[in-house]
């Protein structure tokens, strides 16, 4: 029983919709890039590298023998290191763009969380935990200088 209630809070709570739809996000991002990359950055490095296709570069080691569907025939066995390549630039494309959005969210955060900046709504909790560090500092202050 206890597996069930821990799932219903995960449920309720809202995690699993958070999950899905950061999911649904990250798969229609993937296509994104995935046509960025190949429709327009793979076509301007192919062309600097003299009609270089990437996607079908492969290193042969055993070439194809006989007639496909004849008996005796041999299919090429190689290594496709073109695919490797697009799908490193594929990811370093995402990588960047999620570095540039993280960046820019947190900036957005930081400028929430703080309690002076009059601009922005501060959370409940950041403007309890601010009101309650200013009066620590004061009662600090305060013993600092009974002290001396």
Do not use: C, H
């Amino acid at each position: 029983m206890g597996l069930i209630k821990e799932f219903k809070e995960f449920a309720v709570k809202g995690n699993m919709i958070d999950m899905a739809v950061g999911i649904i996000i990250g798969t229609a991002f993937n296509k994104v890039i995935d046509v960025l990359v190949k429709q327009i950055l793979m076509p301007p490095l192919s062309m600097l590298t003299n009609g270089v296709n990437y996607a079908s570069r492969k290193i042969i080691l055993q070439e194809s023998s006989g007639t496909k569907g004849e008996p005796g025939f041999v299919e090429e066995v190689s290594i496709g290191y073109g695919l490797l390549i697009e799908t490193l630039i594929d990811f370093l494309v995402i990588g960047f763009v999620v570095f540039l959005v993280v960046k820019f969210m947190n900036r957005f955060r930081n400028k929430a969380q703080d309690p002076k900046n009059e601009k922005v709504v501060t959370p409940k909790d950041i403007e309890l935990l601010s009101s309650l560090n200013d009066k620590m500092e004061e009662q600090n202050k305060l013993l600092r200088e009974r002290q001396n």
